[in-house]
């Protein structure tokens, strides 16, 4: 029984919320929507502003060791677009009634669900070049399609970020072709990379449809208009031809070009993996958290100035009030 049968909604109401979605009209905060839609945006878009917050994390370690200024300007400008990403993300979920301390919570205690990639270290310099040209390029498959999410502040949010998400991807790509074109270390570098993320990338647009138990609900209600094994699909017909045009090699020794369907199909995924990853026994996890965690309570004294500012301001007059009273003295 899914999350519709369940629900408690009034059965009027929710005929015509369904119509309305289905009229492609938006869903905005201070709309009815059943409890079941709200459970499932906040679970989705915590998710995914949590995996933008801990994304920071893998690149933000090579933020002092990129081989060149321009190097080091254009990923601190990338680093820098995933907090905001981060952000827009938890203010759209906030308009759902979870608070920023809630989301804040849920990371830090590893209660969070969050992308599964961003738990595997970054070796050398090739690995910010291919988490910008497939985790990246993963991300845009993925958030495209949320562009035209039935829920407002998600959709809109999702425009901006598949904006800066596109530059990521291109960024990523120029530095796998730059290796490619240069000594044989530095293409090996490169190969090197890409064995090691291909099979994240993949993983990166979770389950199967077949085992993914909010697949239903999310295409019914719009939130997500794309399945998870046709977005994987889409993926890697972009990507193979990328790969072969840099002179990379695919690690998967199943690859083949299914001439019938004009796909690329591939070997299995370890789900084993994937599943033990997500719950919190891949490679950097506990690293990734703690990392989380110190830079949280380094900027306890922020928050606590920024609260104390407002509450003084709030205990302040307005202006005008001010103006009027020393006017009228």
Known sequence: MDDVAKSADDPARLARFEARVAREDKVEPNDWMPDAYRRTLIRQISQHGHSEIVGMLPEGNWLTRAPTLRRKAIL???????????????????????????LVEQLLTGAAKYSSIFNYPTLTWADVGAIGWLVDGAAIMNQIPLCRCSYGPYARAMIRICKEESFHQRQGFEIMLTLCRGTDEQKAMAQDALDRWWWPSLMMFGPHDSDSPHTDNSTRW???????????????????????????????????????????????????????????????????????????DDGEWV?????????????QPAPFESALHAFSG
């Open 76 to 102: 601190l400008a990338k680093v820098q677009d995933e907090a905001g990403h981060g952000l827009y993300l938890y203010a759209a979920a906030e308009t759902l009634g979870i608070s920023r301390e809630e």
């Open 222 to 296: 719009k939130i997500k208009r794309v399945t998870n094994d046709e977005l994987r699909q889409r993926f890697i017909d972009a990507t193979v031809p990328q790969s072969s045009y840099l002179g990379l090699t695919i690690p998967d020794p199943k690859l083949r070009f299914d001439e019938k369907t004009g796909h690329w199909r591939t070997g299995e995924i370890d789900w084993a993996e994937f599943r033990r990853v997500i719950a919190g026994d891949g490679p950097c996890n506990r690293e990734r958290l703690a990392d989380r965690q110190a830079a949280h």
């Open 303 to 315: 928050r606590e100035a920024a609260l104390a500012y407002g509450e003084k301001r709030r205990q």
